[in-house]
């Protein structure tokens, strides 16, 4: 396993809920942001959610808001993304993200990629 691994994906149908969860090793994880991206086949990568290192500061992409909350947890250096009102489009890879800065920077400077975790959502 990497240094960045994602959990909790899977088969949804739309309308429903799933909270994906991330796991970052290392004793420095709460100095980093973390972020989430998601890829449908056959179209590009897109940003969905950032979390700064506090946690205090969140962003999310025009097609998370008002229904997906991040949040993260320093002391057990996990993040999470709660996904309510679910749709097909929501279909594709998520990947959790540990950077230097949050992917709304425009930089996200030194970063870990996990492997991803399928979320597939039925119409």
């Known amino acids: 396993q990497g240094p960045v691994v994602e959990s909790g994906g899977g088969l949804v149908q739309a309308g429903g809920s799933l909270r994906l969860s991330c796991a970052a090793s290392?004793?420095?994880?709460?100095?980093?942001?973390m972020n989430w991206f998601r890829q449908a086949p056959g179209k590009e990568r897109e940003f969905v959610a950032a979390?700064?290192?506090?946690?205090?500061?969140?962003d999310y992409g025009d097609s998370a808001k008002g229904r997906f909350t991040m949040s993260r947890d320093n002391a057990k250096n996990t993040v999470a993304l709660q996904m309510n009102s679910l749709k097909p489009e929501d279909t594709g890879i998520y990947y959790c993200?540990?950077?230097?800065?949050?992917?709304?920077?425009?930089?996200?400077?030194?970063?870990?990629w996990g492997q991803g975790t399928q979320v597939t959502v039925s119409s």
């Open positions: 979390i700064d290192w506090s946690g205090e500061n969140t």
């Open positions: 290392g004793r420095t994880f709460r100095n980093y942001a």
């Open positions: 993200v540990a950077a230097e800065r949050m992917a709304t920077t425009g930089n996200m400077g030194l970063n870990y």
